[in-house]
Nanobody
Framework: QVQLVESGGGLVQAGGSLRLSCAAS????????MGWFRQAPGKEREFVAA????????YYADSVKGRFSISRDNAKNTVYLQMNSLKPEDTAVYYC?????????????????WGQGTQVTVSS
């Protein structure tokens, strides 16, 4: 297992920016493709972004393309989600997830470990 801890959430006005961080420990970070998911009250969990083990390949949900950017620093055992031009519909709890020795996926069930989540609230 790898332990994941998200941070960086908070309250921001529409049009603003936040950077989420997910710090990993317990196993070599470079073993894992990483993903970000989110869940709003009353909604199903949805895919946001994912990144390959090397950081070369990234994927984004259509709803966040051009606004969000996923990156990783394997030396720091951390994956980031830079969120720009935030909208009220981005309000959710954001979770990071790790997938061992596999390509990144948009499916929550493909991942092996998850963080506890961090709340992002975007006001109008």
């Amino acid at each position: 297992q790898v332990q994941l801890v998200e941070s960086g959430g908070g309250l921001v006005q529409a049009g603003g920016s936040l950077r989420l961080s997910c710090a990993a420990s317990g196993r070599p970070f470079s073993m894992y493709a990483m993903g970000w998911f989110r869940q709003a009250p009353g909604k199903e969990r949805e895919f946001v972004a994912a990144i390959s083990r090397s950081g070369v390949t990234t994927y984004y949900a259509d709803s966040v393309k051009g606004r969000f950017s996923i990156s990783r620093d394997n030396a720091k055992n951390t994956v980031y989600l830079q969120m720009n031009s935030l909208k009220p519909e981005d309000t959710a709890v954001y979770y990071c997830a790790a997938r061992s020795l596999r390509a990144p996926s948009s499916n929550w069930g493909d991942y092996d470990d998850w963080g506890q989540g961090t709340q992002v609230t975007v006001s109008s």
